[in-house]
């Protein structure tokens, strides 16, 4: 494929992020992509890549130098999630969920915070979000978990469902509504949840269509005491956290979904090239022939629209929130399609466990989901569009 050999020459990575990107892409062929199919087998979460990628400091692409880190661009940030994707969607969903979880102490952190924090995460500690509750998705406002302040500490209670790496996670960033402050929107805020924290339980992990080597946990806080020291930002700055929070993830969902759009395409493009049918290869075929061309023409157009928010993003933009919609749109849905006639080209083969397009199907759905639903998205991209 010609096209996408020209279009990863023209990527300009420095020598760093060369480095980087090359030794991710020795992990996923040596340990993660021939592992993947069993660690979601057992739905046990592969605590081999994370050692692997702590081996190699991987955690100190999100750090700055003054903190020990090696960062890297945010835009390779996404194409190294996009690379662990391909080889394993539930470790890339995790990996990008660190980061997420890293930047808002970095952007919104005291320097005790950051002291204290950021040489965990540098260790490999892994990291998770808590929005969600069974009352509030996208719709925050929602939130029925409660933060008191009692002196030094926040007493938690409360509960969160669908919590990426809630059961391994070290560290949690916790959103809920200040006590103090009210019920409105306005009161949410966030703290920093240490693993092994009294009152906070794990109360089950879901059974889910796919990514079942990354848990998603239903998680409760009961009296739970946190210090006050843990708070992020001010009380009732929850939102302005989250948005931040939700503008940085959603590319990384949609690189998610671009890494399982790839594999997809690699697996369908190989099993056309081999597999005849009417004394010649299924590729040959106009009908297969034309939908592949269809689907690599939109693979190498997302692709570039990635990169283009990685720009953005690098370049300072603050408000890139509709391209962040646009992109997670794009990918997600052409992930599922991706999936979807991957499966078709496989024929029962492809329905059947044993080709990886069974599970890649699977996998993409939650693209579309998670992060705020694609419908969500279009919402956000629509209201860019109305004049006033």
Not at 292 to 308: G, S
Not at 319 to 333: F, P, Y
Request: glycine residues 10%.
């Amino acid at each position: 494929m010609e096209s996408f050999a020209r279009f990863e020459q023209s990527r300009g990575w420095n020598e760093e992020e060369t480095l980087v990107i090359e030794q991710v892409k020795r992990i996923t062929t040596d340990i993660i992509a021939p592992n993947a199919e069993a660690f979601e087998g057992r739905k046990e979460f592969p605590w081999p890549n994370f050692e692997a990628f702590r081996q190699i400091g991987l955690n100190g692409i999100f750090v700055p130098e003054e903190y020990g880190g090696s960062p890297v661009s945010y835009r390779c940030f996404l194409e190294i999630v996009r690379i662990i994707s391909e080889a394993c969607a539930a470790t890339g969903i995790t990996f990008g969920t660190i980061g997420a979880s890293i930047k808002p102490i970095l952007e919104f952190g005291t320097e005790e915070q950051k002291l204290r924090f950021l040489p965990r995460f540098l260790d490999g500690a892994i990291g998770a979000l808590a929005l969600t509750e069974p009352h509030a998705g996208s719709d925050a406002g929602n939130m029925r978990t409660k933060f008191r302040p009692d002196g030094d500490d926040i007493i938690i209670n409360g509960g969160k469902i669908f919590i990426t790496s809630g059961n391994v996670a070290d560290f949690i960033l916790l959103f809920g509504k200040w006590t103090e402050l009210g019920d409105s929107s306005k009161a949410i805020s966030a703290v920093i949840l240490e693993k092994g924290t009294p009152g906070f339980d794990i109360i089950r992990l879901e059974s889910k269509m796919g990514t079942h080597a990354s848990p998603t946990a239903e998680i409760a806080f009961t009296d739970c005491r946190v210090p006050r020291a843990n708070l992020l930002g001010r009380p009732g700055e929850g939102m302005k956290i989250m948005l931040s929070v939700l503008n940085k993830s959603r590319p990384s969902v949609a690189s998610q979904a671009l890494g399982i759009a790839s594999a997809a395409m690699n697996d369908m493009i190989a099993y056309a090239n081999e597999r005849v049918q009417g004394g010649k290869r299924i590729v040959e075929h106009q009908a297969i022939a034309f939908m592949i061309a269809d689907l690599a023409t939109e693979l190498l157009a997302a692709r570039l629209m990635l990169d283009h928010v990685g720009h953005l993003v690098d370049s300072g933009t603050r408000d890139m929130s509709v391209e962040a919609s646009m992109l997670k749109v794009k990918a997600s849905d052409l992930a599922m399609r991706m999936a979807t006639d991957a499966v078709q080209v496989f024929g029962g083969h492809g329905y059947v466990k044993g080709h990886r397009v069974e599970r890649l199907m699977r996998e993409a759905k939650i693209t579309q989901i998670w992060e705020g639903t694609n419908q969500i998205q279009r919402q956000v991209i629509s209201r860019d569009l109305i004049t006033h």
